[in-house]
């Protein structure tokens, strides 16, 4: 089944094969979907024609950066677009027109053929319903089973996802799970019905590494055994690699190629697909990649940036004991070296930052910066050093003060510090847009004009405006697309070969570690787990959680992921851990909901309503 | 939990006594209270004036005169208040007993009603956003917001009592009257059941048929001066009351918990003749209280019995069908002692002013014309007061609804194949209502300013009248016990408030 | 480095640059195009707002006639009847302005008992309760955003005086003290001082609550870890960007202000005699209900009119500020 078809461009578009062809089961289709939205500014073509099948059991991956209109795609199968959409084109879910479904039809096609798994697990359950209430209340209205019953088949569920003691679970507020067991409860909830086909819509794009790698497996051995049909949204390449059977990749509403997952990502043919790729940093891969050079040689007696002994930070809480965010931590980073800082979420790293930055204090240990101990530091004393220091933070979007032209937030640093005059200033203002490659003109616009990237380049501008000798980088690419982070990190690399500051790059991503960082330290918990030069960090880690971390990062080419995930699987049991996978016998439960599917009056046909 | 609600006892401890410090001296310092005395003629001014330096302790410091007020405040500790006297001798404690009553109820009766109405009505235009309900909603929102009180008051005092008593001496409603009402009626019913434009249509010519109906035999039967509602519309509003809790919880097509409701309907019919000569004339609001618990607990019974694995939705369906059933009984029975109020009343039922129609001491009705002997009263100034507050809380509602419904789990929800209505109870509405608890205390504290106003205008000697009486002769002290009584009932309402909070929002629990 | 800037159409220009200028999700920046500042847009959305400028309309339009049909100050007057003087009934004192034919007539609002001409009383009372409004309005909006802003910010005993004197009106009625206040100050500027210093609060916890969550926002803590102090924090980061929070809110006031005053002056605890205002002529004649409707009816509708239209013109300028529709969808 290969054919091509013209792209909007005009350019011939590989189709790939492992299109289902006509007479194949499909749980899934959409044929021709067209989606405009109505706005204060006019119509948004966010959809343009977009052909899809998905059969039972097989992992269709659509892939897309911000803006390219695949979570709208996957919407339309629900029919949950909002009022000011017009959709166009035909969505069929388990042999169904979605679009000629009535309403209560279309309710019951919801939760029992098709369910959703959304991206964000901690917004995504209700706050104030317990996990049970929420777990029951699909399958009762689902007919699936009540009352007591539900409530049973409920524990089992959560079993099955890898929630321990999941009858306790079951009376908890969501506010009471970690992330990881939100997103578990939500395929749970997904699963409950036994649907068709699943959409998962950037499922693991909140989640730490090691979680993420947890939830795939799980959804992986979901699909595996219930012969469930899955349409992955992501933006991620390594996910893609790691789960999906066949990629479609969309681009500004239109997909622009499609494949098996081999065939789009070892052998791309369409030059998007090719940039995209490009721009993914890959684990193992080391330097040069994406043609980004780092300096490599580091004067090892070069004074001094940053130099931690025993550091430790507390919040303090209201009625109970401090929180210890950073425990006994001790580094050190020299001048014109950079230094990566990697953690998930809770491990401290943004907390040594901000502490670097005089934001915060310091329990006890002692924080030299620049020579300076700023533990007990009073805030005017602080000054001249925060002169000394550049940082730019993660969020594109609120790093940058809504109401000041870019002009001015660049300048702002040489405002306060009140270096030169209003000439001269502007010049260095023009000066640094030169240097992150952005238009002179930028200088009497606003944020909101401009794009994340470019946002995240004036940050960089404005980072650098003083010439600082440090520079604290808080995950200063992930909120970013690939494509953009590539950019972002070569200007970056750039800049500091340039000005050869020393630099604490905070990041989740080993990924772009690997790329600029000449030594490593790896938080958990506010503990420092292993610390190192980049290449015995990266290549022989020794500790077992840096190996886990290591081992779960995902990469962009479906062998080379297979074998990391065997390997990793490995690596876990040697560790003793378990490897996450689908508790359930396939056939007993599949009986379970066919057989209450029986009870369940399969209402009146479907009848066209517009 | 119990440590959240101590530690805001212990605050507003404080604020009132902050608060009593600050009233105090801001009261004192409001005029000359020799101010009268100044401008007599009378032969003893000076002695009379010097007598009354004496009583109110004028050449004390200030804080000597606030500890000696304060001193017999903290006797309530030990049950044995003494709020001091007014400037003309008068005993303060007995003032406020007289007038704490009828003013709280007001109060309170007027909170509750704007938190039903205005919350109802801010979730119905919130899920018919941009509908015409919704204009009209908004737009008598902001009319009633920026309604003057004292104004509106004056205006209703003249349509609802003066023009009211005219129009009850002969009571008749003419046709083109009628179909107004019936056309309002349907006009509002249509557009908040909503649908297609023919399914609106049907609904609002339904409706309007019903009302007219209604509203025409109700004039034929004289229902205005000898209203029932009789047993035919007590099993109607019955079931109607059953299909309202099946609705909001499982549905009308679950039969276990249908028959439960059924059931418990019978039950209620069984009652109403049975608790009938208790009813006829009850000796006190116990007897109506002791009833309700009855039917609370017949109601849990039944839902109990017949719930199956369905027990806990069962029980709440008996109890709320009971409830309903039990209030409309409640209501026949209030509703037949009009005819008789009437007659006390000479065919005059609301007076312009007063708490009560006639004086408590020389009024000789039963049970039911004293409610009415009160309750009459009681109708304009509450509306007066509902009026605004239904106006802030329709709005902070839709507002809320409106956030709610654009959040994560919202969209879960749906995508579980849930329907409009389930997902508009059970997931969005609890989680709108908390930001809501947070506007009852300011809320209420409004409403305690607005009652002052109301009072005054309709002539109720209340507590409003008591706070005046003492500003204007700048008296400390009915002052001060208008602040406690007002003050304290905002504490409380605020505690109710802050535990509703918390019953709502389990992130804020333990 | 500028050539690879162009606005160009990657649909229609492919060739022209880069693959990584073809295929980016960036906007390129289209410098053909106006720059519009977040200020621009607000105002073209609150003039776009139908109710506000209607509103708005209605507004100028009382305050330009109150204010310079029986003058104020420097301004002349052009009506030729004042507030105190008597004259001779006409017509038993009925209002004598119709709509068909349209005439204003010599008492266009009837006269009061003793024959003053009403609508001189009416503009007088309009002008007293403008007066207070506005003032009350600026004043308690400066306050409130100041002692807000320093609450919110450095937290500390400021925050907590802030919050207990919130929790003192939760239990004391704004009526109530307000009476009380109001019954010492003579005069409508030390009545709005009085009021000012009373109204604050609402708006201060409002701005507070801002600044709580803008201090939190990665630009404010850039900006404190470049060294710039806590006041160029507060005034050129935090505050600018609470400017819709506070404009709306001062909007409200004023509609809040307008109906306080008069119920106090009805009360008897804000204007007195021999001035006179809004609230204090529907007090005078509320009796006078049945038998000259007039008397009671034009000051009121001048309150509701004021009040109603104030608000319009608040909760336009909240979409203005606040609107939710300009997220497109991923």
Redesign the interface.
């Known amino acids: 089944m290969t054919t091509t078809t013209q792209s909007g461009s005009g350019q011939p578009v590989y189709t790939g094969s492992g299109t289902p062809t006509g007479d194949e089961e499909v749980v899934l289709a959409f044929t021709e979907v067209d989606v405009r939205f109505k706005t204060e500014f006019g119509s948004v073509h966010a959809v343009k024609g977009v052909d899809l099948r998905v059969r039972p059991g097989e992992v269709v991956a659509l892939v897309g950066e911000s803006g390219s209109g695949k979570s709208v795609t996957s919407m339309t199968a629900m029919r949950l677009l909002p009022r000011n959409a017009t959709i166009g084109g035909q969505v069929d879910v388990a042999g169904r027109e979605v679009g000629r479904l009535s309403e209560s039809n279309m309710r019951r096609l919801r939760g029992n053929d098709v369910a959703m798994v959304f991206q964000e697990p901690m917004t995504a359950l209700n706050p104030v319903l317990t996990i049970g209430t929420q777990m029951v209340e699909s399958m009762e209205l689902h007919g699936v089973s009540r009352g007591a019953a539900a409530w049973k088949r409920a524990i089992e569920l959560l079993g099955m996802v890898g929630i321990p003691e999941p009858e306790r679970q079951m009376r908890k507020y969501p506010h009471e799970l970690s992330g990881g067991q939100r997103q578990r409860v939500v395929i749970a909830i997904a699963i409950s019905c036994d649907p068709k086909v699943i959409i998962a819509d950037e499922p693991t794009t909140a989640l730490d590494v090691t979680v993420q790698a947890d939830i795939l497996d799980l959804l992986r051995s979901l699909k595996d055994k219930l012969n469930t049909g899955i349409l992955l949204i992501t933006h991620n390449m390594g996910v893609v690699a790691d789960m999906a059977d066949r990629v479609a990749v969309m681009f500004k509403g239109e997909i622009v190629e499609r494949g098996t997952v081999e065939e789009v990502l070892l052998h791309p043919n369409h030059e998007y697909t090719k940039m995209l790729l490009g721009s993914v940093p890959r684990m193992g891969h080391g330097r040069g990649q994406m043609d980004i050079r780092v300096k490599e040689e580091i004067d090892a007696d070069a004074p001094l940036a940053i130099e931690l002994k025993n550091l430790v930070i507390e919040y303090q809480r209201l009625g109970k004991a401090p929180f210890r965010a950073v425990d006994d931590v001790s580094f050190d980073v020299h001048q014109g070296e950079i230094v990566g800082l990697v953690g998930e979420s809770g491990s401290g790293k943004s907390t040594i930052g901000r502490c670097a930055l005089g934001l915060i204090p310091a329990a006890a240990g002692e924080f030299r910066l620049l020579g300076e101990n700023i533990t007990g530091m009073k805030r005017g004393d602080l000054k001249p050093l925060r002169k000394r220091i550049g940082v730019i933070f993660q969020d594109p979007a609120a790093s940058l003060n809504p109401r000041l032209p870019i002009g001015e937030c660049i300048a702002e640093p040489l405002v306060v510090h009140q270096v030169g005059d209003r000439k001269s200033r502007e010049k260095r203002v023009y000066d640094l847009l030169d240097a992150v490659h952005l238009p002179r003109e930028v200088y009497n616009r606003y944020p909101h004009e401009v794009s994340g990237g470019q946002r995240q380049r004036i940050s960089v501008a404005r980072a650098l405006t003083l010439d600082p000798e440090l520079l604290v980088a808080d995950e200063p690419t992930s909120a970013l697309d690939v494509s953009v982070q590539a950019r972002v990190l070569k200007i970056f690399a750039e800049l500091q070969e340039q000005f050869g500051f020393a630099c604490l790059f905070i990041s989740h991503d080993l990924a772009v570690i690997d790329l600029l960082a000449h030594k490593v330290v790896v938080l958990q918990n506010g503990k420092v787990v292993e610390a190192g030069p980049r290449e015995q960090i990266m290549e022989n880690p020794t500790q077992e959680y840096t190996q886990r971390l290591i081992a779960a990062a995902p990469v962009p080419d479906p062998l080379e992921q297979g074998r990391r995930r065997r390997d990793r699987h490995e690596l876990l049991r040697e560790q003793g851990e378990e490897v996450v996978e689908l508790n359930v016998d396939a056939d007993q439960f599949h009986q379970a909901s066919r057989e209450a599917e029986v009870v369940e009056v399969d209402g009146t046909d479907d009848q066209p309503r517009r | 939990m119990l440590q959240f609600i101590l530690r805001r006892i212990a605050i507003s401890a404080l604020i009132m006594f902050l608060g009593s410090v600050l009233m105090y001296v801001l009261t004192i310092n409001s005029g000359d209270p020799l101010q009268d005395l100044r401008e007599s003629r009378a032969e003893n001014r000076d002695q009379l004036m010097a007598a009354r330096t004496e009583n109110m302790g004028l050449d004390d410091p200030w804080w000597q005169r606030y500890l000696g007020w304060f001193t017999g405040v903290s006797r309530c500790f030990v049950l044995q208040c003494d709020l001091g006297t007014a400037r003309d001798g008068a005993d303060v404690n007995n003032l406020l007993l007289s007038s704490a009553g009828a003013s709280l109820r007001l109060v309170t009766i007027a909170t509750f009603l704007a938190i039903f109405i205005g919350v109802a009505l801010g979730v119905l235009s919130a899920i018919r956003q941009y509908s015409g309900f919704d204009y009209t909603i908004t737009f008598a929102a902001f009319l009633f917001y920026s309604l003057p009180v004292f104004w509106a008051a004056v205006l209703l005092k003249d349509f609802g009592a003066i023009r009211f008593n005219n129009w009850i001496a002969d009571p008749a409603v003419s046709i083109t009257v009628t179909a107004l009402v019936a056309l309002l009626f349907a006009l509002a019913v249509a557009s908040v059941l909503g649908g297609s434009l023919r399914r609106q249509v049907v609904t609002g010519l339904v409706t309007f048929a019903v009302v007219f109906g209604l509203v025409f035999a109700f004039d034929q039967v004289q229902w205005w001066v000898q209203p029932a509602l009789g047993l035919p519309l007590i099993i109607v509003g019955a079931v109607a009351a059953l299909g309202f809790m099946l609705v909001m919880t499982v549905g009308l097509s679950n039969r276990k918990v249908t028959y439960a409701g059924l059931v418990t309907i019978a039950l209620g019919l069984v009652s109403y003749f049975v608790t009938g000569p208790i009813l006829d004339d009850p000796s006190g609001w116990l007897v109506i209280l002791a009833l309700t618990a009855v039917t609370v607990v017949v109601g849990l019974a039944v839902g109990w019995v017949m719930g199956g694995y369905e027990r806990r939705t069962a029980m709440t369906v008996s109890v709320g069908t009971a409830l309903g059933m039990a209030f409309l009984i409640f209501m026949d029975k209030l509703l037949r002692g009009w005819a008789g109020f009437l007659e006390l009343a000479g065919n005059r039922p609301v007076s312009t002013i007063g708490e009560n129609r006639i004086i408590p001491e020389r009024f000789e009705g039963d049970f039911w014309e004293g409610i009415f002997n009160w309750g009459v009263q009681l109708v304009l100034p509450t509306i007066v007061l509902t009026l605004i507050s239904i106006a802030s809380y329709s709005r902070y509602t839709r507002g809320s609804m409106l956030e709610t419904i654009n959040q994560d789990y919202i969209r879960t929800a749906r995508s579980k194949g849930l329907s409009d209505r389930v997902v508009f109870t059970k997931h969005a509405l609890r989680n709108a209502l908390i930001p809501i608890t947070t506007i009852v205390a300011f809320d209420f504290a409004s409403l305690l300013g607005g009652a002052v106003i109301t009072e005054t205008i309709f002539g109720w000697r209340g507590l409003g009248a008591m706070f005046r009486l003492g500003l204007d002769t700048v008296d400390p002290n009915p002052v001060m016990a208008y602040y406690l009584v007002a003050g304290g009932a905002a504490v409380i309402m605020n505690m109710l408030a802050d535990i509703a909070y918390a019953s709502l929002d389990p992130r804020i629990r333990r | 480095?500028?050539d690879?800037?162009r606005p160009d159409d990657?649909?229609h220009t492919?060739a022209a640059s880069s693959?990584?200028e073809?295929?980016?999700?960036?906007?390129q920046?289209d410098?053909s195009q106006k720059?519009?500042?977040?200020g621009q847009l607000v105002r073209r959305r609150f003039f776009r707002h139908r109710g506000a400028m209607v509103s708005l309309f209605v507004l100028v339009f009382i305050t330009v006639m109150a204010f310079t049909s029986i003058g104020y100050g420097l301004i002349p007057s052009w009506w030729d009847k004042t507030f105190y003087d008597a004259g001779a009934a006409v017509d038993g004192g009925r209002p004598t302005m119709q709509l068909w034919p349209f005439q204003i007539g010599e008492h266009p609002f009837g006269q009061d008992t003793i024959g003053k001409d009403y609508f001189a009383l009416t503009m007088r009372g309009t002008q007293r309760s403008l007066i207070v409004a506005f003032t009350v309005g600026l004043l308690s909006t400066v306050i409130g955003t100041l002692i807000g802003a320093i609450a919110g910010f450095f937290r500390g005993w400021v925050e907590a005086i802030l919050m207990?004197v919130t929790?003192?009106?939760?239990?004391?009625?704004?009526?109530?003290?307000a009476?009380?206040?109001g019954?010492?100050a003579s005069g409508i500027w030390w009545l709005a001082l009085m009021l000012s210093l009373l109204t604050w609060t609402g708006l201060a916890r409002l701005v507070r609550g801002e600044v709580l969550s803008l201090r939190e926002?990665?630009?404010v803590?850039?900006?404190?870890?470049?060294?710039?102090?806590p006041w160029?924090i507060i005034f050129?980061?935090i505050l600018?960007?609470t400017?819709g929070t506070i404009i709306v809110s001062a909007t409200l006031a004023i509609?809040a202000t307008i109906?306080l005053e008069?119920?106090l002056s009805?009360?008897g605890?804000g204007v007195r005699a021999p001035d006179t205002s809004l609230?204090l002529l529907?007090?005078t004649y509320?009796n006078a209900?049945?038998t000259r409707p007039w008397l009671?009816w034009w000051p009121?509708l001048m309150?509701?009119g004021i009040?109603?239209s104030?608000?319009?013109l608040g909760?336009g300028l909240r979409d203005a500020f606040d609107?939710r529709?300009?997220r497109?969808?991923?």
């Open positions: 480095m500028t690879n800037h990657p649909e492919p693959v990584e073809v295929y980016s999700v960036e906007k920046i410098l720059s519009y500042s977040q207990r929790d003192l009106f939760i239990i004391i009625p704004l009526l109530v003290l009476a009380v206040v019954k010492m926002r990665e630009f803590t850039a900006a404190e870890a470049i060294g710039t102090g160029r050129k980061h600018p960007n400017i509609a109906l008069s119920a009805f009360l605890y609230g529907i007090s509320q209900f049945l009671f009121g309150i509701l009040a109603l104030v608000n319009f909760d609107p529709q300009n497109t969808a991923d």
